[in-house]
T-cell receptor
Framework: RKEVEQDPGPFNVPEGATVAFNCTYSNSASQSFFWYRQDCRKEPKLLMSVYSSGNEDGRFTAQLNRASQYISLLIRDSKLSDSATYLCVVNPSGTYKYIFGTGTRLKVLA | NAGVTQTPKFQVLKTGQSMTLQCAQDMNHEYMSWYRQDPGMGLRLIHYSVGAGITDQGEVPNGYNVSRSTTEDFPLRLLSAAPSQTSVYFC????????????????FGSGTRLTVV
């Protein structure tokens, strides 16, 4: 089993739609979680950290479910500019390593 | 602040050649890492450093060396290039300052696209 798994997509959604991605992780002791966004041929950029209580940043909401070992990203009122690949990142407890998922591709359609 | 600066942006090497990918950060971050990104495989950790003078291997270290003589610089050396090392290489840095609510995700450089022929 991969340490971090994501549905590769693509998720094709119309403008204004709400879309959600999940990411599962295998190490139950993982302590830090993030969502990154990566545009084509660009570097990954931090979208948001994921806190145990869940957190929101504008149209983006991140949740952590430790019991089922997954994190989620919800995007409301999708914009064309949200089209990108979204990477899930997990930091297993006791290590300095950040493990990246292979990403979920989102296409927002006009 | 420039953030994380990588050079060169593009490079073509012949099999067997060696080269150094440069990475520098001006944010006084403790941690630095090198990743490679290949289609369908995501970002894989090559080497990382938790501070000046301290480095360790990641998931795919073979064929690469690193050193961290200063906080700012973390070069990646390809010892004898092979076609399997054709990839996009990203350097990244982060800090634990502000834990647990600070911004301690990685900041990435813009990448080096390497082709080995």
């Amino acid at each position: 089993r991969k340490e971090v798994e994501q549905d590769p997509g693509p998720f094709n959604v119309p403008e204004g739609a709400t879309v959600a991605f999940n990411c599962t992780y295998s190490n139950s002791a993982s302590q830090s979680f993030f969502w990154y966004r990566q545009d084509c041929r660009k570097e990954p950029k931090l979208l948001m950290s994921v806190y145990s209580s869940g957190n929101e940043d504008g149209r983006f909401t991140a949740q952590l479910n430790r019991a089922s070992q997954y994190i989620s990203l919800l995007i409301r009122d999708s914009k064309l500019s949200d089209s990108a690949t979204y990477l899930c990142v997990v930091n297993p407890s006791g290590t300095y390593k950040y493990i990246f998922g292979t990403g979920t591709r989102l296409k927002v359609l006009a | 602040n420039a953030g994380v600066t990588q050079t060169p942006k593009f490079q073509v090497l012949k099999t067997g050649q060696s080269m150094t990918l440069q990475c520098a950060q001006d944010m006084n971050h403790e941690y630095m890492s090198w990743y490679r990104q290949d289609p369908g495989m995501g970002l894989r950790l090559i080497h990382y450093s938790v501070g000046a003078g301290i480095t360790d291997q990641g998931e795919v270290p073979n064929g690469y060396n690193v050193s961290r003589s200063t906080t700012e610089d973390f070069p990646l050396r390809l010892l004898s290039a092979a076609p399997s090392q054709t990839s996009v290489y990203f350097c990244a840095s982060r800090t634990d300052r502000g834990f647990p609510r600070g911004n301690y995700g990685y900041t990435f450089g813009s990448g080096t696209r390497l082709t080995v022929v």
